[in-house]
Structures are given as C-alpha cells and as structure tokens.
Nanobody, 119 residues
Framework: VPLVDSGGGLVQAGGSLRLSCAASRSVFSINYAAWHRQAPGKQRELVAAISSGGSTNYADSVKGRFTILRDNAKNTVYLQMDSLKAEDTAVYYC??????????????WGQGTQVTVSS
C-alpha cells in the first residue's frame, strides 16, 4: 500500500487529533500532499494541502484550527487537528503525488481514517 493513513478516532468536541500519512518504500519522495475528508451523504472535500516547498492552504472551515505538516526525512505528512467540532466528523483521506521506482510521478490515496467528534 503506497500510503497509510492513521491516527483517527473518537474525540470530544474541543479536543485534538493528529493524523499521519506514511508513504511506503515504493514511493520515493512526496511532492504535493493533501488531506481530504468525506462525511456521510456529502462529497469529498479538500481540507488542507502542502506543496514541496512547504506552502500551505486550508479550507475556510478549518483555518486556524488545523495544521498540515510534512517530515521529508520520514516521507510522512501530518494533519494536526485542534478545537475539533462535531461537523469535522468524516473519513479523512491522504492524497499525495510522489515518484515511483521508475522516477515517474504518480498520485496516491490512503485508505482513509475515521474521525468522529462527539458534541
């Protein structure tokens, strides 16, 4: 599995969670990376993204509460989620563009991790 999402769980409103997206050895380096989420009955939406240079952008609904981070040495991307709200409940998916063993850039998706915020 090229990308493995983890870190989801059940948390009370106002709490925090840290999601991780770890690239396997088949992905040689992550370039662009992002977190998306999909709530029941809703379309998948972009939550946060980070470029190879470290530039970030966020959905308006999470600005000031979520932070996307990357550790290039570990080929891992994180989503720090603070001040969680019930409306943040969703399955969160990591999406990344990275080089494969042939040096070709590919787009990868993680399997998703459930985040449930109780009010």
């Amino acid at each position: 599995v090229p990308l493995v999402d983890s870190g989801g769980g059940l948390v009370q409103a106002g709490g925090s969670l840290r999601l991780s997206c770890a690239a396997s050895r088949s992905v040689f380096s992550i370039n662009y990376a992002a977190w998306h989420r999909q709530a029941p009955g809703k379309q998948r939406e972009l939550v946060a993204a980070i470029s190879s240079g470290g530039s970030t952008n966020y959905a308006d609904s999470v600005k000031g509460r979520f932070t996307i981070l990357r550790d290039n040495a570990k080929n891992t991307v994180y989503l720090q989620m603070d001040s969680l709200k019930a409306e943040d409940t969703a399955v969160y998916y990591c999406n990344a563009v990275g080089r494969d063993s042939g040096g070709v850039y590919q787009a990868y998706w993680g399997q998703g991790t459930q985040v449930t915020v109780s009010s």
